[in-house]
């Protein structure tokens, strides 16, 4: 059995549905863990997964995420958590005021380490930074984030269809039954 | 002899001409090492400290720092340096239009392992955050952070003398005279 390394329940009960789909059972362990302040989502997995591999014994994944806004040079990027936590969506909105390319991708990564290698499976879902916050589902940054006219905290649990982390999960999921 | 960990070379110039002062001799490892993405430049530090005490045999310090605006919850704190890459100056004074409470600090905290644990030396100098970016010395946020009517890049040199780094270390090397 898979491990999934998170102390995120939501995300757990996510990713275990969409396993489903491909005949894979997965398991929750919830720890922490340290991430590094990296250049980039990959190198911040890599990371992790060579801590947790000497708690963890067997086969185990992670995931982690976040916001690219272009005109930003990619803030808040790798830290949209701290982000999200001090300025939030206002402060968000505030710094893209007057800005005309409002371009911006969440990107996640799943990190699976097979116990002699780490496999690394890529989602992006592309939108722009809404004028104003909108929508009371979802979490974090979904309340600015449009995708398609509507932000993803507008889009209920269509969002889960189109998301970043569903698209890195059955990248990984996929890949996982051709090579396990 | 202590070493001093640091890819800059203008922080070791520095730290060592104020340890001329205490007639202690430091020597620069020009090292790299992660950082993890903590809560406190103390837990940031912490886990520097002991991913180098592997590396590294003898007694050394390392020395990190950020400014903490108190009305954005201590953004950008830990993550000073990223943001400063990303949303710059600019982007920071955009976060502050309209705000009354502009009162900000800049905190630096020197870790020191001596092989058996870990000290750590806090230097905070207290400011706020200028309307305007002014002033051409110094390097990061300096041209927005006001001490007593001037950026921290207008003081030139003088910066030198209040700086919260300046603090950490005559701490640091005072307790060294005493303690070794």
Known sequence: MISFVTTNKGKFVEAKKIAEKFSIEIRWVN????????????????????FLSKEIDDMFFIEDSGLFINSLKGFPG????????????EG????????KDRSAYFKA??????RSEIHTFIGITEGRIANEIRGDS????????????????EMGEGKNEVSHRRKALEKFFSWLTKNF
């Not at 790798?78 to 969506?89: A, E, L």
């Not at 968000?92 to 007057?98: A, F, N």
């Not at 979802?138 to 905290?153: L, M």
Request: aromatic share 20%; net charge negative; hydrophobic share 40%.
């Open 31 to 50: 720890l922490e863990y340290p991430e590094i302040q990296g250049e980039s989502l990959e190198e911040v997995a890599y990371f992790s997964i060579k």
């Open 78 to 89: 790798i830290y949209s958590s701290y982000v999200f936590k001090t300025i939030g969506n």
């Open 92 to 99: 968000i909105l505030k710094l893209m005021e007057g800005v």
């Open 109 to 114: 990564v799943v990190a699976f380490y097979d």
């Open 138 to 153: 979802g979490f974090g940054f979904d309340p600015i984030f449009e995708y398609n006219g509507r932000t993803f905290a």
